[in-house]
């Protein structure tokens, strides 16, 4: 089974920084990585897929980047309504899924 | 628009079976091009994949939960099913159905709680 594991677990930053969340996956999963954003009480909410493909509406404060085993979510200019939990998830081995364990990212 | 809608019993007692339905709109399950799965969430917890099936019929499954799970579909009713054993406290979660994909965008449903509790 593919492992993901991202890091921080957690972050506090404020409004206006830039923000850097890591996934690194146990083996190469080439360009196969999605991100999503789960503010409390909601479902997950798609923000890129493909490393690099921002979903419709998503602001393009999001970015995606990295390939094989790294890859990153950067937030240019966090905005007060970006703190939430976010989840790298690899989609290499489809059917097959694994999810990172999160990254709570807080208003410091 | 594809739409995926989550339904069933919002309570389980212990020991018995939960059982849930993924209803999919605006799109066809018989597409050769997707997969349909499970993933729930543990109250404050991460996300777990549970399972997946193609609209043939062939089951993949979390080795963790395998030896509980059951996913099955219904292309005449566009609808996929879950149905999970012996169910504990530790199997209360919010659950969602999704449409995955290898390359390319998953959608999910808004999810549905369902808590074990006597």
């Known amino acids: 089974d593919i492992q993901m594991t991202q890091s921080p677990s957690s972050l506090s930053a404020s409004v206006g920084d830039r923000v850097t969340i890591t996934c690194r996956a146990s083996?190469?999963?080439?360009?196969?990585l999605n991100w999503y954003q789960q503010k409390p009480g909601k479902a997950p909410s798609l923000l890129i897929y493909?490393?690099?493909s921002l979903e419709s509406g998503v602001p393009s404060r999001f970015s995606g980047s990295g390939s094989g085993t790294d890859f990153t979510l950067t937030i240019s200019s966090l905005q007060p309504e970006d703190f939430a939990t976010y989840y790298c998830?690899?989609?290499?081995?489809?059917?097959?899924?694994?999810f990172g364990q999160g990254t709570r990212l807080e208003i410091k | 628009q594809l739409q995926l809608q989550e339904s069933g019993p919002g309570l389980v007692k212990p020991s018995e079976t939960l059982s849930l339905t993924c209803t999919v709109s605006?799109?066809?399950?018989?597409?050769?091009?997707?997969?349909w799965g499970w993933i729930r969430q543990p109250p404050g917890k991460g996300l777990e994949w549970i399972g997946t099936?193609?609209?043939?019929?062939?089951?993949y499954y979390n080795p963790s939960l395998k030896s509980r799970v059951t996913i099955s579909v219904d292309t005449s009713k566009n609808q996929f099913s879950l149905k999970l054993s012996s169910v504990t406290a530790a199997d209360t979660a919010l659950y969602y159905c999704?449409?995955?994909?290898?390359?390319?965008?998953?959608?999910w449903g808004q999810g549905t709680l369902v808590t074990v509790s006597s």
């Open positions: 998830q690899q989609s290499y081995s489809t059917p097959s899924i694994t």
């Open positions: 493909d490393v690099r």
């Open positions: 099936i193609y609209y043939r019929g062939r089951t």
């Open positions: 083996q190469s999963i080439s360009g196969y």
């Open positions: 999704a449409r995955l994909v290898q390359s390319g965008k998953p959608i």
């Open positions: 605006g799109g066809s399950i018989s597409s050769s091009s997707y997969f």
